[in-house]
């Protein structure tokens, strides 16, 4: 039996378009140029991480895409529109996420999203259902109807987060949106940004927490001094923390072949008992274990002790400005 297939079925599936797409913008305060000719693209579907030292401009690059920052040059599409020309457009698809989100303190967490979804001019019924379930999504039921002056700096976080869904956004900026956050609503957090670029929304994250970003982002772009960069290829020589269930008897095979290490300083994920040493990435990793289990060393854990985001972010040249 043969099956004709059509040509469509053959290829690949099209790419995202991007929700984002940044060319050459420039945005000076002064005599700082806080970003000096950026370029980015960041795709629908995807989380993508904003990374860069303090000053970098990653603030400035949010504020001028969130259209609240009219850039001195270059242009910017959100979904298509022109933050500064189509404003209300740009504006009706982006949820902005800022770092500290104020409140009016008089108000309610739920008057709070009640006032932005009458701002977005959802009809009060549809917005009396959405602010209950984006309260549900973030935890925050319990306090719907407390001042918001009442919340802790982290369910401040969360009420900002719902804020931002209120419309639902093809495009979403967030800056910082884990600090505050406790180590639960941080998991929340990555789970909801992850189901949001599942369901087609465009993420893109700010954050210093690079192992968090590490871990809920698709794509990286990497600024320094208000510039896009490609940070230096990664050396596949990292360092690893290497566990066996006998640390006296991986520590003597080790030595007896050679190999250069040091015991581990308690960071490793599994806690102390194990070794540092340098691998060569992945195919080194895979004939230590190899050799290991030949020499009746069983392993029971190796990875790398920075991860890859945090590895290209330390080969960045620029200092914290
Ligand atoms: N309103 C402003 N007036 C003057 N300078 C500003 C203003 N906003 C930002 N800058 C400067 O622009 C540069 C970029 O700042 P920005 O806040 O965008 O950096 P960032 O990457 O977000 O930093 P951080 O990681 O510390 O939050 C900095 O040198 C900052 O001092």
């Given at each position: 039996m043969s099956f004709a297939v059509a040509d469509e079925f053959l290829a690949p599936p099209p790419a995202a378009p991007p929700g984002i797409v940044v060319r050459g913008v420039s945005r000076a305060f002064g005599s700082v140029r806080?970003?000096?000719g950026i370029d980015l693209e960041a795709r629908a579907g995807r989380v993508t991480a904003l990374v860069g030292p303090n000053g970098s401009g990653k603030t400035t690059l949010l504020l001028v895409l969130a259209g609240l920052l009219v850039p001195d040059a270059g242009s910017v599409r959100i979904a298509g529109h022109?933050?500064?020309?189509?404003g209300p457009a740009a504006r009706a698809r982006t949820g902005w996420m800022p770092d500290a989100f104020g409140t009016w303190d008089s108000l309610t967490a739920r008057q709070v999203l009640l006032t932005f979804a009458a701002a977005y001019r959802i009809p009060p019924v549809t917005a009396r259902l959405r602010v209950d379930e984006l309260l549900a999504t973030v935890h925050l039921t319990e306090f719907a109807d407390r001042p918001a002056s009442v919340l802790s700096r982290g369910q401040k976080q969360r009420l900002g987060l719902a804020r931002a869904l209120v419309h639902q956004p093809d495009v979403l900026l967030l800056d910082e949106p884990a600090s505050g956050l406790d180590p639960r609503s941080r998991v929340d957090l990555r789970l909801l940004l992850r189901r949001l670029a599942d369901d087609g929304c465009t993420v893109l994250v700010s954050s210093h927490v690079l192992a968090e970003l590490e871990e809920m982002a698709d794509d990286a772009v990497f600024i320094s001094r208000g510039r896009t960069v490609v940070p230096t290829p990664v050396t596949t020589q990292s360092t690893w923390h290497v566990r066996a269930l006998s640390l006296g008897a991986l520590t003597t095979w080790l030595t007896s072949v050679g190999a250069t290490w040091q015991p581990g300083d308690g960071s490793s994920p599994d806690g102390p008992g194990s070794v540092l040493m340098e691998v060569s990435g992945e195919a080194g990793a895979a004939a230590l274990v190899r050799d290991a289990v030949a020499a009746g060393v069983p392993l029971t854990s190796l990875g790398p002790v920075t991860g890859s985001l945090e590895q290209a972010y330390l080969t960045l040249e620029e200092e914290r400005r």
């Open positions: 806080a970003l000096d022109d933050p500064v020309t189509e």
